[in-house]
């Protein structure tokens, strides 16, 4: 670690040294060191929101081909609406991984202004970290609908559980948060 010696002396008297105080230089990785794996959660789900974006755009037809032959294979499952809804679900992944990354960036910047002890600042971005799960749910969705039906897709352990675990890590990392920006709670 590096360190900064500041001299300061009175007006017109340089000869002596008057106070002398060390500042420390903290780089930025032992600045982030306690909320990497809660920014690389979020970093993960951000390019995941993208890359599927990117898809869409170089090849939208292949998502809408795979909705098309499940509910081909799996007619008594579907209905008229089936095929736009699924499709609708495959953007959903798209536009609530883009959001939620960027919200949970924000909120994991946020933390290193906190007071939060080392521990608890981990804690609570990793629990912000796993707001990616939720985007994840609608993939699954898009994913399983097709030879599922929606209602039995929507309502898979799968999709559930990653739609819980994102929504509640979300929710309990931004209280945790929160509770130490107004309360002063989880503190050093």
């Not at 060191?33 to 890359?51: M, N, Q, Y």
């Not at 008229?80 to 609530?96: E, T, V």
């Not at 960027?102 to 202004?113: C, K, M, P």
């Amino acid at each position: 670690m590096a360190a900064i010696g500041i001299v300061t002396a009175a007006a017109g008297d340089y000869d002596r040294c008057i106070n002398f105080e060390v500042l420390q230089v903290v780089t930025m990785n032992e600045q982030l060191k306690s909320v990497k794996l809660g920014l690389a959660l979020v970093l993960l789900s951000l390019a995941f929101g993208i890359g599927v974006g990117i898809s869409f755009g170089v090849n939208e037809d292949s998502y809408k081909a795979l909705i098309a032959a499940g509910i081909e294979a799996n007619p008594a499952v579907h209905d008229q609406q089936s095929a736009g809804k699924i499709w609708r679900y495959a953007q959903r992944a798209h536009f609530h991984a883009t959001g939620i990354a960027s919200f949970a960036l924000g909120l994991i910047i946020l933390t290193l202004f906190t007071s939060l002890s080392d521990s608890f600042r981990k804690l609570a971005t990793v629990l912000v970290g796993l707001s990616g799960l939720y985007p994840l749910s609608w993939f699954t969705m898009y994913l399983l609908s097709p030879s599922l039906g929606r209602a039995a897709a929507h309502g898979h352990l799968l999709t559930e559980s990653l739609a819980y675990i994102g929504i509640g890590g979300l929710v309990a990392g931004f209280l945790m948060i929160v509770g130490n920006i107004f309360l002063g709670l989880f503190s050093k």
